[in-house]
Each structure stands twice: as C-alpha cells, then as structure tokens.
Nanobody
Framework: VQLVESGGGLVQPGGSLRLSCLVS????????MGWFRQFPGKEREGVAF???????IYADSVKGRFTISQDNAKNTLYLQMNSLKPEETAMYYC????????????????WGQGTQVTVSS
C-alpha cells in the first residue's frame, strides 16, 4: 500500500490550499482515511478524518475552514484548507486505517511521506 501526498506549498495567511493523497495497492477501500499534521518539534496531531461511508470528523481547530473528501473512483483523498493561519505551518500527512477512525495515530496502518504547508506573508 502506498500513499502519496501532493499540493503543499507556500500560501499567504488567509489563503487556501488543497492537499491530495493518492492511494495505491489497497484491495478494498480503507475503513478510514485521515490527515495529520506535525509542527516542528511537536507530536503529530489529527486534523480531519473520513470513514468509508463518508462520515467526517474534524479537529475543533479546523472546523468550518477545512473540508475532507474522497474520490473513490480516483483512489484519492483531499483536504481543502481555507483561511489558513501562520501557526498552521506544518508537515501534513495522510494515513489509512483498516478498522478504526479518529485522531489516534495508532489507528492508522499506512502513512504517506508528508507534504509541507507553509503559511507566511
């Protein structure tokens, strides 16, 4: 199973970015897909998650600004990020889980390499 993120980059405060995560090698759709982020020197934190049935879960800090979605035909997970803040500069990772869903790293069996998001003027 391979997860490959793309779409990161430099964006001004208040701007938007859409991250993508292409999933390959998975026989059936994962039970849950999600996005985590890691700030320099900190542990990874959960951002948004989506179950196979489309139910989404968001961290309080991103509710109303970020939207997670998936295109099963394209085996791709997305994270639309709006109104970005400088303190959201981090490495963003996508992950796939076989059985559980939520902001717990141990739930996730497969991880991408990450894509850097920098929010700065």
């Amino acid at each position: 199973v391979q997860l490959v993120e793309s779409g990161g980059g430099l964006v001004q405060p208040g701007g938007s970015l859409r991250l993508s995560c292409l999933v390959s090698g998975y026989t059936n759709s994962p039970y849950c897909m999600g996005w985590f982020r890691q700030f320099p020197g900190k542990e990874r934190e959960g951002v948004a998650f989506i179950r196979r049935d489309g139910t989404a879960i968001y961290a309080d800090s991103v509710k109303g600004r970020f939207t997670i979605s998936q295109d099963n035909a394209k085996n791709t997970l997305y994270l639309q990020m709006n109104s970005l803040k400088p303190e959201e500069t981090a490495m963003y990772y996508c992950a796939a889980a076989r059985y559980l869903c939520g902001a717990v790293e141990a739930f996730f069996n497969y991880w991408g390499q990450g894509t850097q998001v920098t929010v700065s003027s």
